[in-house]
């Protein structure tokens, strides 16, 4: 294999260590490969006194990475018994961990698409820098999956209702909506990337950053956040359309219309995840959470369905069962918090 066809490429350049997601074709879609490789190239650069600064980026034009390799889950829930995909999420949320508590700075570069499991490797790096570029999600509901990789943890801690919000409509948004939402650090314009990059590795963090980072273009976000807050305080996803119908802004409306196409299973576990991470505080519990949440994703209907529907045959027409929020009790919900003995995660373990 050529090293152009690696999936991840790594290469030291004075003080930094760069990580380059390389499957551009897949938007560098997240496969346990990848995980794995990220993981040991963290181990090592810790105990390298060269490397001061670990740098991730992407390759190719379109984004930093449009999530994990969900085709593949889609297969295994699907033909498999589920084992490869909790392998794959056992160790990918091992690094989002890791990630959060790395000792070196970890400048994640989050450019043009990140979403997903992209968020996952980035969003808990100690610095993150979006640009004119930027879009970033957590769009699971609209597979019938629900936000991971801590991604309910991030949003459970976005000002007002906010994060709720962005969960349950899995919405897109741009640099100054991830900064008021604290999904990212610092604004540098992407014609200044590369620049950044040789200041990384020639100066400590903050000074390269000092050369580069620009007041961020304004979201849209804070603007809302009177209705958002409004709306989404409800205790139920049921009254939380209502609400959102009833409000008189056309973006509450438009909200509402995002919510009934989306899973109403994942909509109702998603809400429990997002105020349950909010009790459960740090992030290793959360991604506790979130493992028992994924793995009982696997058994359902949803997934399967939403992917097939949206990434396979694009017909866009996914028939989720059941097909009704009214439809979904609160058992079914609790199905996907139970513990899961021998098999949980361990973070809690790990301190």
Same mark, same amino acid.
Do not use: F, I
């Given at each position: 294999?050529?090293?152009t066809e690696e999936p991840v490429l790594f290469r030291t350049t004075g003080r930094a260590a760069l990580i380059t997601l390389n499957r551009p074709r897949a938007l560098n879609a997240l496969n346990h490969e990848m995980v794995r490789r990220i993981?040991?190239?963290l181990t090592a650069w810790v105990h390298?006194?060269?490397v001061e600064t670990v740098v991730l980026t992407g390759a190719g034009e379109r984004g930093l990475c449009a999530g994990g390799d969900i085709r593949a889950v889609h297969d295994d829930a699907r033909d498999g018994d589920g084992t490869a995909s909790a392998a794959f999420w056992r160790d990918e949320y091992h690094l989002n961990a890791r990630i959060a508590r790395y000792p070196k700075p970890?400048?994640?570069?989050m450019d043009g698409i990140v979403m997903g499991g992209g968020v996952g490797v980035s969003a808990h790096g100690s610095v993150r820098i979006v640009t004119e570029r930027s879009r970033i999600a957590m769009p699971e509901t609209g597979i019938g999956f629900v936000p991971d990789v801590g991604g309910t943890h991030l949003l459970a801690r976005g000002p007002g209702e906010s994060g709720t919000h962005l969960a349950l409509t899995g919405d897109q948004i741009g640099p100054g909506d991830?900064? @008021?939402c604290g999904l990212a650090d610092h604004y540098v314009p992407s014609g200044e990337l590369p620049a950044l990059l040789d200041d990384l590795a020639a100066l400590p963090v903050p000074d390269a950053l000092a050369r580069h980072v620009r007041p961020s273009p304004r979201g849209e976000?804070?603007?809302?956040?009177?209705?958002i807050d409004a709306?989404?305080?409800a205790g139920t996803v049921e009254e939380i359309t209502r609400r959102l119908l009833a409000y008189g802004s056309p973006e509450a409306k438009e909200a509402a219309q995002t919510l009934f196409s989306r899973s109403p299973t994942a909509l109702k576990v998603t809400l429990a995840a997002v105020r349950r991470a909010r009790r459960l505080g740090s992030l290793e519990r959360v991604l506790e959470q979130e493992y028992r949440v994924s793995c009982a994703a696997l058994g359902g209907h949803d997934l399967v369905e939403g992917v097939r529907a949206q990434i396979i045959d694009k017909d866009r027409n996914p028939r @989720?069962?059941?097909a009704t929020l009214a439809e979904v009790t609160e058992a079914d919900v609790e199905r996907f918090f139970a513990p899961l003995g021998d098999r949980e995660l361990g973070l809690d373990a790990l301190g």
């Open positions: 294999m050529s090293g993981d040991a190239a390298d006194p060269r970890y400048v994640a570069l991830a900064l @008021w976000l804070a603007e809302q956040r009177e209705w709306c989404y305080t @989720w069962s059941p």
